[in-house]
Nanobody
Framework: QLQLVESGGGLVQPGGSLRLSCAAS????????IGWFRQAPGKEREGVSC???????NYADSVKGRFSISRDDYEKTVYLQMNSLKPADTAVYYC???????????WGQGTQVTVSS
């Protein structure tokens, strides 16, 4: 079964760091663009960062300079390094993969990130 599994979420103090992982099961992330999204209670899901199949990256203004996306296709994993975390970063974080040629896409189940002192 094709699946994306997020991990690495948890509780962290403001100013702290977390690294989220998105692992592909049953397929390779080659030729997939990967995005990280988040959704806080009462708010719409928003894009956080994305990385193309060739390695080009983009970031939402709210996380620019603090978050970094990277991919390890050999290990079928994409990462979101989150530094200088703020309470406003509290949300469920989801990864999304889209095959660049077919448009097939997959969502992970989400991982909770809570930033609180």
């Amino acid at each position: 079964q094709l699946q994306l599994v997020e991990s690495g979420g948890g509780l962290v103090q403001p100013g702290g760091s977390l690294r989220l992982s998105c692992a592909a099961s049953g397929f390779s992330l080659d030729y997939h663009a990967i995005g990280w999204f988040r959704q806080a209670p009462g708010k719409e899901r928003e894009g956080v960062s994305c990385i193309s199949h060739s390695g080009d990256t983009n970031y939402a203004d709210s996380v620019k300079g603090r978050f970094s996306i990277s991919r390890d296709d050999y290990e079928k994993t994409v990462y979101l390094q989150m530094n200088s975390l703020k309470p406003a970063d509290t949300a469920v974080y989801y990864c999304h993969a889209q095959q660049v040629f077919t448009g097939d896409d997959y969502w992970g189940q989400g991982t909770q990130v809570t930033v609180s002192s």
